[in-house]
């Protein structure tokens, strides 16, 4: 073998096993990240701020509730219609100016409808209010035909000072508060239309709404999960919580779940696997589905205070449990 050949052959040698070293070592940092030390949440209540049922305040197709952890509070979605949410805050007595972090599920409108608003509104008592966006890797997406309203958001509103945070993995916001990223969809829970397709360099693809994220906070009792449309499914969230964050139990599920046109089939295999994970209370707001709840509390053996339809106003905390909306009781 001539002298070159030989160098060559060696440096392509050194450089396989190079990568495989490299590799092993961000497998090893992914790892020490999981194994990270637990840290739960010591106060945290849930108030629902936009879902269909209402007895106080405005109800439409849409969600949003107002996440108070450990003297933090994060908006989590922020409802449909420009005004509903800041309408329905104020009617409930609540003070949204002092939240500087907004929560985005997902692109759809029935989600972030009334940012713009309240940044407009409330910017003028505290300029940092909802100064801060954490959404998922996707949210941006070109969708074929339709226009994706969040690209034009994010234009007028970094315009206006506001940063955009794109998560492409679970990621530790606050101490036990957890943003998932977008979840792997291992089961087959299609929850969503499939009429969008999303735009590639490569052609089109459908649009699964891969950016669907979840927040979840850690306690003493386990995880609550909080959802916005459940277009990732709830299992497949749950999966990838316990995968990617902690194996911890999920005992509180409140949101949107996207049942609402669940076979009883399926609603069944659901059920086992709530079970499974130890769900013991459920919120089941926006398009959970009515019916879908009920089949749900039945079928995993649940009072009616323990798994309820979400209502406007309704609330969860650590200590008092689910407080039910009067036209949910
Ligand atoms: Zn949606
Ligand atoms: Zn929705």
Redesign the pocket.
Same mark, same amino acid.
């Given at each position: 073998m001539k002298p070159i050949k030989f160098t060559v052959l060696l440096l392509l040698i050194f450089s396989v096993f190079y990568l495989k070293a490299q590799q092993e070592k961000s497998n090893f940092t992914q790892q020490t990240s999981f194994n990270k030390k637990r840290t739960t949440v010591s106060s945290l209540k849930i108030t629902t701020l936009s879902t269909m049922l209402a007895n106080r305040g405005l109800g439409e197709w849409g969600y949003s509730a107002l996440v108070e952890v450990d003297r933090k509070k994060i908006l989590f979605d922020t409802g449909s219609k420009p005004e509903t949410v800041l309408k329905n805050a104020k009617e409930l007595g609540i003070d949204l100016s002092d939240v500087e972090d907004v929560f985005l599920s +997902?692109n +759809?409108r029935?989600?972030t409808g009334g940012l713009l608003t309240l940044r407009k509104e409330l910017k003028k008592v505290n300029p940092k209010a909802l100064s801060r966006v954490h959404v998922g890797m996707g949210i941006f997406s070109h969708r074929e035909d339709r226009e994706n309203h969040m690209l034009s958001m994010k234009k007028e509103l970094e315009a206006d000072g506001v940063e955009f945070i794109i998560y492409s993995n679970q990621h530790e916001l606050f101490p036990g508060v957890w943003i998932t990223g977008p979840i792997e969809r291992i089961h087959e829970e299609r929850n969503w239309s499939g009429n969008v397709q999303i735009k590639t360099d490569n052609g089109t693809i459908e649009d699964n709404?891969p950016e669907d994220q979840s927040l979840v906070i850690d306690t003493e009792d386990g995880f609550v999960l909080i959802s916005?449309?459940g +277009?990732a499914g709830i299992i497949n969230t749950i999966e990838h919580v316990r995968l990617n964050i902690h194996e911890e139990k999920v005992f509180a599920a409140i949101g949107g779940f996207h049942l609402v046109n669940a076979s009883d089939e399926h609603l069944k295999w659901t059920a086992d696997k709530l079970l499974e994970f130890g769900v013991s209370k459920i919120i089941g707001a926006h398009c959970t589905g009515i019916n879908s709840l009920y089949m749900l509390r039945t079928m995993l053996n649940m009072s009616r205070s323990d798994a309820v339809v979400g209502s406007v106003g309704d609330s969860f905390d650590l200590k008092n449990g689910i407080q039910a909306g009067y036209i949910a009781r």
């Open positions: +997902h +759809h029935d989600h709404i916005g449309c +277009h």
